[in-house]
């Protein structure tokens, strides 16, 4: 295999998620999500705006989707929002919600795309957070009736089929930290909320699996490698606890059936847990959690390096020598990566991995003549490729990748100020516009294989053949 090429068959594809690009909140029987409320209260999000129209991917579907068929891509991973499914969370199935996705689907294999969906992807109907949301066990199991309803509707075209994304994000930000929708700041909240997450993600692999029997089932998990700012004992230490807390906390559970001790003590340690053992696991959800599953979703944006602070928490300590930075203040660390993909291939043994997310919020605008040229986009995504290449040389079963994400959109509490698209979306018309790397990718996918050049200018032919 010539060093850049890609192993036959490898999935392209790219990301979104209904609450960042449907809009069409008060459309076709939608309930609220916590995204909704969460959006309308002053403060929460940096540039006071809500995600009701987003890109209007709910009327602009069939445009995206040409969009995606233009690019070559062999994949599309968005997610299905639950309140267009079931508007009060439970209970009432909203029909015209199960024909939105449908359509979707037929849509999509028609252009020769493989269908991805993701289950949870943060929205939770409001209705169910009036009940207690992910505090409490019954979101698990009206999770499981929502996973049953769309895999009996989808089931005899979907093969590909994700539950949770990013358990991390959802019961940290939203429940200790208060940055993400439900807005909670309760340590013992976040911790419930993230087993809950985790038997969501167990009855719900159950459910499909018993509906469709040919599915290929994963979760998806955010993983970052956490670096010690020095040698000393101290430094180390507080990378364990990160690591432990961020990355160990979801993976062991979903290899190994259980809770990382260590991790579990530092929760101790902080005063979050009377006793290392969560009280809200019950007999059999571990087993539940770790049924086998055909594929790891991992989603990678950067590392972290840190150093001892107060309380024993880790605290951030880049910035000697000042890193390069996304939009976002993440460090460019493609080699992140590679050490994600082999520290997970080695310790946890996924049968298959795909990258489901992979990406990069830079602002350009578009010069005088409609250009928008993303070099730093194009040159993020080529290195981390090239280190997802060489994983793959190293023997990590990875069979795909999906860079994040389409179009610039809802990027939750950054509103809309942060740009993560391979297409941008005019903000008065909504119009998707292209930028560079959206020419570069659909060079990539079509060679099977990353360019030998950073950023290499397609324009010409490619740009005639726009659709
Ligand atoms: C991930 C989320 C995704 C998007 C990217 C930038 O954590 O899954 O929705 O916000 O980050």
């Not at 689907?105 to 028609?110: F, G, H, M, N, R």
């Not at 200790?176 to 993600?201: F, I, N, Q, S």
């Not at 809770?259 to 969560?278: F, I, K, Q, S, T």
């Not at 997970?344 to 830079?362: C, F």
Request: a negative charge; one cysteine or more; charged letters at 25%.
């Amino acid at each position: 295999m010539p060093k850049h090429d890609f192993p036959a068959g490898f999935l392209w594809g790219v990301a979104t998620s209904a609450a960042q690009i449907e809009g069409g909140r008060r459309e076709g029987g939608r309930g609220d999500s916590i995204w909704d409320r969460f959006a309308a209260l002053p403060g929460n999000i940096a540039d006071g705006s809500v995600p009701d129209v987003a890109c209007d991917h709910y009327h602009r579907w069939r445009e995206d989707v040409a969009l995606m068929k233009w690019l070559g891509l062999g994949g599309y991973r968005f997610s299905i929002a639950w309140p267009r499914v079931f508007p009060e969370g439970r209970g009432r199935v909203n029909v015209p919600g199960l024909d939105f996705y449908d359509a979707l689907v037929d849509a999509l294999l028609e252009a020769g795309i493989q269908p991805c969906p993701t289950l949870y992807h943060w929205d939770l109907p409001q209705a169910l957070q009036e009940a207690g949301g992910w505090g409490e066990r019954d979101t698990a199991e009206a999770f499981a009736q929502f996973a049953t309803v769309v895999a009996r509707r989808l089931g005899d075209r979907v093969r590909h089929w994700t539950t949770v994304n990013e358990p991390w994000c959802a019961a940290t930000l939203g429940h200790e930290e208060g940055k993400h929708a439900p807005g909670r700041c309760d340590p013992a909240e976040a911790l419930r909320a993230g087993h809950h997450l985790l038997l969501a993600h167990g009855l719900a692999t159950a459910a499909i699996r018993r509906e469709v029997r040919a599915a290929q089932l994963g979760i998806v998990l955010i993983h970052c490698p956490a670096h010690a700012a020095s040698d000393s004992a101290a430094d180390r230490d507080a990378a364990r606890w990160f690591d432990g807390f961020f990355n160990r906390w979801y993976l062991d559970p979903v290899f190994r059936g259980d809770y990382p001790a260590d991790a579990l003590a530092d929760r101790v340690a902080l005063g979050h847990l009377p006793a290392p053992e969560l009280p809200c696991v019950k007999e059999g959800d571990l087993a539940l959690i770790a049924a086998p599953l055909d594929f790891l979703g991992l989603n990678y944006y950067s590392r972290a390096v840190v150093r001892a602070g107060p309380h024993q928490r880790p605290v951030d300590a880049r910035g000697a020598p000042p890193a390069e930075l996304t939009d976002m203040g993440w460090e460019v660390y493609p080699q992140g990566l590679h050490e994600s993909l082999l520290r997970i291939h080695r310790e946890y043994r996924p049968r298959r991995i795909y990258v489901t997310e992979n990406g990069a919020a830079y602002t350009d605008r578009s010069d005088a003549r409609g250009r928008i040229a993303d070099a730093r986009r194009i040159a993020y995504l080529r290195a981390h490729l090239l280190a997802a290449r060489r994983a793959i040389a190293d023997g990590v079963p990875l069979a795909g990748y999906f860079v994040w994400s389409l179009l610039d959109n809802f990027e939750w509490g950054f509103g809309y100020t942060k740009q993560f698209g391979l297409y941008a979306v005019e903000p008065e018309t909504l119009r998707r516009i292209p930028k560079d790397s959206a020419f570069w990718y659909r060079d990539v996918v079509s060679a099977n294989a990353v360019p030998d050049q950073p950023a290499p200018q397609t324009r010409g032919e490619s740009r005639a053949s726009e659709p």
